[in-house]
């Protein structure tokens, strides 16, 4: 399958400071990333879709001055997670699909403990 | 949209056992159904899928059903061990760009 990593894996960090999250498609062009968040025992909640070069398109519900996302290139997506509060911790996954992936493959996760 | 059930929520059998997590979802025009499982802290990985076009998928001990008229499928395990325990999520999908996912299934298996 396809391979897509994540980083930082985990992140610990103050109410209101800024992380940045980076999802690679390391062996395939992604043409599309797509950003989810996943609270504890809860299936995954989508939150936006980025497609390379173009504005993300955000969920219902979904701040995108919050969440910014960036797809700047085929193998790069980053979520940027602005003035973060103790409610924003959460496991976030990215996965992606490509020309030749037609599925989603999913990166191993970041786990943003805000305190 | 389309809008996906899972059932049950949690699912504990003996190892050795079967199990047999069954989703249904709402728009008839989902043509791939995906399932993927994911152990704890850890990523979901996908573990079968099938199309509209098949009704039945098998993977060694992984199976999936597909009925399309009643718009719902099934994966069935035969033969659990010990390190099938995790969370299994179905997604009915019209295309790859909009995965729908189930609420996801709890699965023990005790040794």
């Known amino acids: 399958g396809a391979v897509v990593s994540q980083h930082p894996s985990w992140v610990i960090c103050k109410s209101g400071t800024s992380v940045k999250i980076e999802c690679r498609s390391l062996?395939?062009?992604?043409?599309?990333m797509f950003w989810y968040r996943q609270f504890p025992k809860q299936s995954l909640m989508l939150m936006a879709t980025?497609?390379?070069?173009?504005?993300?398109?955000?969920e219902q519900g979904v701040e995108k001055d919050k969440f910014l996302i960036n797809h700047a290139s085929l193998t790069l997506s980053t979520l940027t997670v602005t003035s973060a509060h103790p409610e924003d911790s959460s496991f976030y996954i990215c996965?992606?699909?490509?020309?030749?992936?037609?599925?989603?493959?999913f990166g191993p996760g970041t786990r943003l403990l805000v305190l | 949209g389309e809008n996906v059930e899972q059932h049950p929520s949690t699912l504990s059998v003996q190892e050795g056992d079967s199990a047999v997590i069954k989703c249904t979802y709402s728009d008839s025009a989902s043509n791939y159904f995906p399932w993927y499982k994911q152990e704890l802290g850890k990523r979901p990985q996908l573990i079968i899928d099938?199309?509209?076009?098949?009704g039945e998928k098998k993977d060694q001990r992984i199976a999936v059903t597909l009925n399309k008229t009643a718009k719902h499928f099934s994966l069935h395990i035969t033969e659990t061990q010990p390190e099938d325990s995790a969370v299994y999520f179905c997604a009915a999908s019209p295309n790859p760009q909009n995965f729908v996912f189930g609420p996801g299934t709890r699965l023990t298996v005790l040794p």
């Open positions: 996965s992606a699909i490509g020309r030749r992936v037609e599925t989603q493959y």
């Open positions: 980025s497609n390379e070069g173009s504005k993300a398109t955000y």
């Open positions: 099938i199309r509209s076009n098949v």
């Open positions: 062996d395939f062009q992604a043409t599309t």
